[in-house]
């Protein structure tokens, strides 16, 4: 038999993600977000299960070029554009959209061929001061677009940085506004959050990440909650079981001391299969379908679990991490992160089964 960490990654709960998205926006038209291999799903399984969606967008070209070899037609954007003047012939034969954010990458574009028919979403920083041209730039960055006879379609695009949070959207909404206003172009704003709570955001295309995969974008609410379905299901099985005495210690470093007798379960799974190696003891851990903790600390193959009070657990009982019953929110914060970088994080040597 092989080592018993497996992902399961449900192709149905892929498919109802995008139905909500449809729900919370009818009227736009989807960009499904596959990068990071699909936040860990996989790419060409998750583009499968989306290709209902008008649109795939991630990050790296060679797998935009996978997705027109493998044969799909959608629009395909890359959210960070080009880097190079010489990536834009592959964008050009093979209909990749670019983002284009920098005065770096209009300099480039002025290579670029008068027959190329290149789209671009040109962006713009509306407060999140990550990628885009400033409001000051804007209205030059368009123009060089617009009078670039190698640039077929333009649209215009921001990024929040707080639809997720009280803060909002307003602000750069404000800023998205005076800028974009006259401007009889297509408009893409909004991610998962914004999704859920800024129908005004919507517009012509939305972007869903996180929520595609059963994940909430907001901290104090899980993807079950907000109608979601969790895709992955992190599992595996206990392979040696111990009885520990009052002062018995676990683990490296020994973090965790036993107080009383405890039934302590090794379960075959550790930070190298991407299970986080801060989340400390205590945090949620499924065993024969009861709630328990973790115990000590995750080690690199290994982590341990409480079985004092599930007495029928015994080597070979099957172990949930995280998604069916466990929710990825719920471990991440114990781990003092977030669902996103538990799902990215998979690690290749996890045996992945679809269902
Ligand atoms: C990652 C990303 C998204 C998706 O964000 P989620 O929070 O996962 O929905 C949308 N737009 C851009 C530009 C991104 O980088």
């Not at 190698?150 to 909002?168: C, S, W, Y």
């Not at 400390?280 to 409480?306: F, H, I, N, Q, Y």
């Not at 009070?309 to 009982?317: F, K, L, V, W, Y």
């Amino acid at each position: 038999m092989p080592r018993p960490v497996l992902a399961t990654i449900d192709l149905s709960a892929l498919r109802h993600n995008l139905a909500v998205v449809r729900r919370h926006a009818p009227l736009s038209r989807v960009f499904a977000v596959i990068k990071a291999n699909a936040y860990g799903h996989g790419l060409a399984r998750a583009a499968r299960a989306f290709a209902a969606a008008e649109g795939y967008a991630l990050l790296e070209l060679e797998a935009a070029v996978e997705l027109r070899e493998a044969g799909y037609r959608q629009r395909v954007l890359l959210l960070e554009g080009f880097f190079e003047a010489r990536e834009l012939p592959v964008f050009t034969q093979h209909r990749i959209a670019a983002v284009v954010h920098s005065r770096d990458q209009l300099r480039m574009l002025q290579q670029l061929p008068a027959d190329a028919g290149l789209d671009v979403f040109i962006k713009i920083n509306t407060g999140m001061n990550r990628l885009g041209f400033s409001p000051a730039e804007f209205s030059d960055a368009l123009r060089a677009l617009k009078s670039n006879p190698g640039v077929a379609r333009i649209t215009l695009m921001t990024h929040f940085a707080n639809a997720d949070e009280p803060r909002g959207v307003d602000s750069q909404m404000e800023v998205f506004d005076r800028l974009a206003n006259g401007e009889e172009l297509p408009r893409s704003l909004a991610n998962s959050a914004a999704i859920f709570r800024y129908p005004d955001t919507h517009c012509d295309w939305v972007r869903p990440g996180i929520m595609l995969y059963g994940c909430s974008p907001f901290a104090e609410q899980t993807g079950t909650e907000i109608g979601l379905k969790p895709a992955m299901t992190l599992e595996s099985q206990i392979i040696a079981i111990r009885e520990l005495k009052r002062g018995d210690a676990v683990g490296y470093g020994g973090l965790f001391t036993a107080e009383h007798d405890t039934r302590v379960g090794v379960v075959a799974c550790g930070y190298a299969d991407g299970y986080p190696r801060h989340a400390p003891t205590g945090t949620p851990v499924m065993v024969e379908g009861r709630m328990t903790r973790t115990l000590g600390r995750v080690s690199m193959d290994m982590l341990c679990a409480d079985l004092s009070d599930i007495p029928e657990a015994r080597t070979g009982s099957r172990v949930v991490l995280w998604g069916e019953g466990v929710p990825v929110e719920h471990v991440a914060a114990a781990a003092g992160t977030v669902g996103y970088e538990l799902l990215c994080a998979l690690a290749p040597r996890v045996q992945i089964v679809e269902t």
